[in-house]
């Protein structure tokens, strides 16, 4: 496998990772009214604390922008470019992971530039496969 297609992987779990995450603290899962409601079909959610809507935008920007990674991804390996689009996705990748927590964290202007360098890793890897 390349280590393209390896960023693939490894970005797939973290958007895994952050969705399930996102769902633990949105509906305060480590309790056992929160337990009730993860396991319940969602009908009636409880108000969001500022860090479970924080969780939930954060795993939502996290799959949107997987889309657009992927397709980058698989279109560059197709091409047969992955050697020009693996820095662009490692840049990419890193940002991601430091996204998540920031989000959460709710550190508002470090939040978009870490955004701003993972949007530069995907315009690395659209350059790449042009």
Same mark, same amino acid.
């Given at each position: 496998?390349?280590?393209?297609?390896?960023?693939?992987?490894?970005?797939? +779990?973290?958007?895994?990772?952050?969705?399930?995450?996102?769902?633990?603290?949105?509906?305060?899962?480590?309790?056992?009214?929160?337990?009730? +409601?993860?396991?319940?079909?969602?009908?009636?959610?409880?108000? $969001?604390?500022?860090?479970?809507?924080?969780?939930?935008?954060?795993?939502?920007?996290? =799959?949107?922008?997987? +889309?657009?990674?992927? $397709?980058?991804?698989?279109?560059?390996?197709?091409?047969?470019?992955?050697?020009?689009?693996?820095?662009? $996705?490692?840049?990419?990748?890193?940002?991601?992971?430091?996204?998540?927590?920031?989000?959460?964290?709710?550190?508002?202007?470090?939040?978009?530039? +870490?955004?701003?360098?993972?949007?530069?890793?995907?315009?690395?890897?659209?350059?790449?496969? =042009?």
């Amino acid at each position: 496998m390349t280590p393209l297609l390896q960023l693939v992987a490894y970005t797939t +779990v973290l958007t895994w990772v952050s969705i399930m995450a996102a769902a633990a603290l949105r509906n305060r899962e480590w309790t056992l009214e929160g337990m009730k +409601v993860g396991l319940s079909n969602r009908d009636h959610l409880p108000e $969001a604390t500022p860090l479970g809507g924080r969780a939930v935008r954060a795993a939502t920007n996290t =799959l949107e922008n997987f +889309v657009l990674f992927t $397709a980058l991804a698989l279109t560059a390996h197709a091409a047969g470019r992955d050697a020009e689009a693996t820095l662009g $996705a490692q840049v990419f990748f890193w940002s991601r992971v430091v996204y998540l927590p920031v989000y959460w964290a709710g550190i508002t202007y470090l939040r978009s530039l +870490v955004w701003g360098v993972g949007t530069a890793g995907l315009a690395m890897m659209l350059f790449a496969i =042009l």
